[in-house]
């Protein structure tokens, strides 16, 4: 047997890290699914390699975030190693060593904001954004579409690239009002130089099959040929599975994987997922047959049933209304996008962000500074309820000569505001300063 597409796939169960003993998210998550591939003979198909992750460094970390009081401080070394997995798998890709490649790391990353005190959703440093802005240091004009299946929201990767017109966010997830972390809204719609480009659909319980297929032929993929990009990451969270203790959806193992073969991605990357026997062997081994476009018609869970996971007839109507409201946002777009920031020449965003797992609670203000010429100077204002603070001054990519120069000059001017740590992270140049 031969797979259709070269595929890479890049294993870490993470043995030495687990937020407890009994967490949903610990290393049996990763070790069914290596029984299960390894059962299946995945191995001895040809063209499908196993390799190794990378280890990300804090100055790749730092690239991303504003971590404090500094990386060494909150992340371990598995955390690094998932960002290195996702480093590897868009080094295989883009140095052509393989079509395709699935980072089957833990812990997870998704949840992960711009600012990271320490553990929110599961999540320490975004494993995502780690690795694109890696690669990125090679191949800095890359377009790129990052999709979403997890079931919670992918608020980090939002809040990341927010203003970042080169990265489309698209997350599909069960609805914020019935699950963590409670954002994700429709109207979430991004910067003042990416409005539009950040895209949620936010789903009803108990959505199956039908309807996750319905918003990938009828949203994803349509604003995906428009988009153009040239590369499309899946963060592949497998939680939306009908056996998952954390949720309340209704997806399958064949969903996911005729998912993958739909949306075609480069990279996949997992993220959350819990039904660590039920769902994530199963699931797992889908997506890794579709995307190597193989055959995944016999993967099946033990108890699957389809008319027992069917989705009612008032789903399918809140799901097609959903993906109409969503698509036409996004043909809007530039018109919604002018009149929401005409004359302006800043913007502010008041949040609020909790750390669940390590029981934080932040109050964050960031001012996006408007630019003809680029997407503008991003500035973050944060503290939190165990008395840290911090202001990080963000430089694009893209920045114009004059952005640079605002940048410098906003951390300079930082020395006289009273907070414990300041930080400038200039993407322009790949530095980072702080003090």
């Given amino acids: 047997m031969k797979a259709k597409n070269s595929l890479a796939l890049i294993f870490f169960p993470a043995f030495d890290w687990a937020i407890s003993p009994t967490h949903p998210e610990r290393e049996e998550r990763l070790l069914y699914t290596q029984d299960q591939i390894f059962e299946e003979g995945v191995e ?25 009081p500094d990386v060494d401080s909150i992340v371990t070394e598995s955390h690094l190693i998932a960002a290195g997995g996702m480093m590897r798998a868009l080094d295989a890709v883009m140095s052509k060593e393989t079509d395709k490649a699935f980072a089957m790391v833990r812990p997870p990353g998704h949840h992960a904001q711009r600012v990271t005190y320490g553990d929110r959703g599961f999540c320490i440093i975004n494993i995502e954004a780690v690795g694109l802005e890696y690669i990125r240091q090679k191949h800095p004009d890359l377009r790129v579409a990052i999709v979403d299946t997890d079931c919670h929201h992918g608020d980090g990767t939002e809040d990341i690239y927010w203003n970042d017109p080169d990265t489309l966010f698209i997350s599909f997830h069960q609805d914020g009002r ?14 003042p130089a990416a409005y539009g480009y950040n895209i949620n659909i936010p789903l009803p319980p108990n ?20 988009y153009q990009p040239d590369l499309i990451i899946n963060s592949a969270g497998q939680d939306n599975h009908y056996t998952d203790p954390l949720t309340n959806m ?21 993220e959350g997922g819990y039904s660590i026997e039920g769902a994530l062997p199963y699931v797992n081994l889908g997506i890794v047959l579709a995307m190597a476009g193989l055959d995944y018609s016999g993967v099946h869970e033990p108890d699957y049933h389809k008319g027992k996971w069917r989705q009612s007839l008032r789903v399918t109507r809140q799901v097609e209304e959903i993906s109409a409201q969503v698509l036409k946002t996004w043909k809007e777009r530039k018109q919604l996008a002018e009149k929401e920031f005409k004359g302006k020449d800043r913007v502010s965003r008041q949040r609020q962000v909790y750390y669940d797992t390590a029981g934080i609670m932040e109050t964050q203000r960031q001012d996006f500074f408007i630019c003809g010429d680029c997407p503008g100077v991003n500035v973050i204002h944060s503290t939190n309820d165990r008395s840290a603070s911090l202001l990080g001054v963000q430089i694009p990519r893209q920045a114009c000569p004059n952005c640079q120069k605002l940048g410098y000059r906003l951390y300079e001017e930082a020395a006289q505001i009273k907070v414990k740590r300041k930080f400038l992270q200039d993407q322009s140049s790949d530095q980072f300063f702080r003090a």
Avoid at 178 to 191: F, R, V
Avoid at 212 to 226: A, C, G, Q, R, W
Avoid at 250 to 269: H, I, M, R, T
């Fill in 44 to 68: 001895d198909i040809a063209g499908i390699r196993f390799f190794n992750p990378d280890l990300a460094t804090a100055a790749d970390v730092e690239r991303v975030h504003f971590a404090y």
């Fill in 178 to 191: 019935t699950l963590y972390p409670g954002t994700g809204e429709q109207s979430e719609l991004g910067g």
């Fill in 207 to 226: 959505t199956g099959d039908e309807g996750f297929l319905h918003v990938l032929d009828n949203v994803v993929l349509p604003i995906l040929d428009d």
């Fill in 250 to 270: 209704n997806f399958s193992a064949q969903g996911y994987a005729l998912l993958n073969e739909k949306l075609n991605p480069d990279v996949a990357v997992l």
